[in-house]
């Protein structure tokens, strides 16, 4: 089945440091992919996707470039801000399962 | 752009009675809504896939009896816990699919925290 693999947190980083949280993808056929961010005491929000190989999603600063090759989608930022502090959720979805794969998130702190 | 909104945002109930958990979208029709679960520091893990009009479809190892779905509207769907225990305390997250969308792209609501005594 489909699967999702992220990197495991929590990550701590000063601000202005670089981020990269890795994702890797088990998938039938060709999945579409997402990264979803979480505040504190909120829901899910989309901050980027991509649904061919070798799409860059960006949003907020935030990139990730979808690789087929390496089966990845990994999400960076050149620079992090103390407001990027959330959980980050990586997923996939294909037209076969019609629904979405989470991976298991990943807790990004930013100290000042 | 799409809003997903839940109501209440958090509820305590006693342990043995209902709980009723609405899902609504607010400027768009779903025609399926989602409903998921969340652990603290995990995943999301979808309880049950619910289309306008028809029987919810539960995930397994979820219990249909248990968390009765109903989506009675294109912009309402209602999760009730039903003689709710402890274990049952989670945060629980729908989302919507819009109509008139991809079909991968789903709006999530802010979720509920539901706390069982």
């Known amino acids: 089945g489909d699967s999702v693999t992220q990197m495991e947190g929590p990550v701590t980083l000063s601000e202005e440091a670089f981020l990269t949280i890795n994702c890797t993808y088990t998938a039938t056929g060709y999945p579409s992919l997402f990264w979803y961010v979480q505040y504190p005491g909120e829901g899910l929000q989309l901050l980027l996707k991509?649904?061919?190989?070798?799409d860059k999603g960006s949003n907020k600063g935030f990139e990730a470039t979808y690789r087929k090759e390496t089966t990845s989608f990994h999400l960076e930022k050149g620079s992090v801000q103390v407001s990027d502090s959330a959980v980050y959720f990586c997923?996939?979805?294909?037209?076969?399962?019609?629904?979405?794969?989470f991976g298991s998130g990943t807790q990004l702190t930013v100290l000042p | 752009g799409a809003v997903v909104s839940q109501h209440p945002s958090r509820v305590i109930c006693k342990s043995g009675t209902s709980v009723k958990i609405e899902c609504r979208s607010l400027?768009?029709?779903?025609?399926?809504m989602f409903w998921y679960r969340q652990f603290p520091k995990q995943s999301l893990m979808l309880m049950a896939t619910s289309n306008e009009g028809s029987k919810a479809t539960y995930e397994q190892g979820v219990e249909k009896d248990k968390f009765l779905i109903n989506h009675a509207s294109l912009t309402l769907s209602t999760l009730t816990v039903t003689s709710a225990h402890p274990e049952d305390s989670s945060f629980y997250i729908c989302?919507?699919?819009?109509?008139?969308?991809?079909?991968?792209?789903?709006?999530f609501g802010p979720g509920t925290r539901l706390t069982v005594t």
């Open positions: 400027d768009f029709q779903a025609t399926t």
């Open positions: 991509a649904t061919k190989a070798d």
């Open positions: 989302s919507a699919r819009d109509r008139g969308q991809s079909t991968y792209e789903q709006y």
């Open positions: 997923a996939l979805f294909t037209g076969s399962a019609r629904q979405l794969t």
